[in-house]
């Protein structure tokens, strides 16, 4: 089976540095991997979508990397504000033995303090 | 433009009891999902449908059923509720599954006591 790891359950950065958040998986390389954030109380919002033969992305201030060898997606929030402060999660699309599967992560909760 | 919506935003039920949640989505996307959320376990998918009339089960499918008569609706049913199926339910739709992004209701707070 796939295990999908998300870096701290908790992060705290201070305003204007760069996050970090890593995305981290144990077996089948997904097709497609994606970043979603999610405020409390709200649904997951779609952010960035990077394949698996695409080895960066980049949206404004957000950047998305991929690296199948290391089996990890890393999530840059460049010159973070205070409105970036959420949930962020991960989400792998990957087939197995059993079929196509679209498995989120359990999530990263961001902190940006001013 | 709606989206996804989904009714109601809150609801309490007692052990036992049957109700149903709604997700309609005005996207026409063919790809339709139920989430449960969890605190420390993420989004676990419960059901979904690629089209109308076709569903399949996803990873935590004891004790929901679905149906999928339209493109545009795809309700939740909760069979006899339990505390364990206390969670927030999310809906989701996308124009299909994995390469395109998906876009997700407002979420339904269920408890069940």
């Known amino acids: 089976s796939q295990k999908i790891e998300q870096n701290s359950e908790a992060l705290n950065i201070q305003e204007g540095k760069t996050a970090t958040l890593t995305c981290n998986y144990t077996?089948?390389?997904?097709?497609?991997l994606q970043w979603y954030r999610q405020d409390p109380g709200r649904g997951p919002v779609f952010l960035l979508l990077?394949?698996?033969?695409?080895k960066e992305k980049r949206k404004e201030r957000l950047k998305v990397t991929f690296d199948t060898t290391l089996k990890q997606s890393l999530f840059h929030i460049t010159a973070s504000q205070p409105a970036d402060s959420a949930t962020y999660l991960c989400?792998?699309?990957?087939?197995?033995?059993?079929?196509?599967?679209?498995?989120f992560g359990p999530g990263t909760r961001l902190s940006v303090l001013p | 433009n709606a989206g996804v919506t989904q009714t109601p935003k809150f609801q309490v039920l007692k052990t036992g009891q049957s109700m149903t949640l709604q997700c309609a989505q005005d996207?026409?996307?063919?790809?339709m999902s139920w989430y449960r959320q969890d605190p420390g376990m993420g989004l676990r998918l419960i059901h979904y449908?690629?089209?109308?009339?076709?569903?399949d089960q996803g990873e935590v499918p004891n004790g929901y059923n679905v149906s999928r008569s339209t493109t545009e609706d795809f309700p939740l049913r909760l069979l006899s509720a339990a505390p364990s199926q206390t969670s927030v339910y999310f809906c989701?739709?996308?124009?299909?599954?994995?390469?395109?992004?998906?876009?997700f209701g407002q979420g339904t707070r269920l408890t069940v006591v």
């Open positions: 449908s690629v089209g109308a009339g076709i569903t």
């Open positions: 989701a739709s996308s124009y299909s599954q994995g390469d395109t992004e998906a876009f």
């Open positions: 077996n089948y390389s997904p097709a497609y």
């Open positions: 989400a792998l699309f990957y087939t197995d033995n059993y079929g196509q599967n679209f498995v």
């Open positions: 996207m026409n996307h063919e790809y």
């Open positions: 990077i394949r698996e033969n695409e």
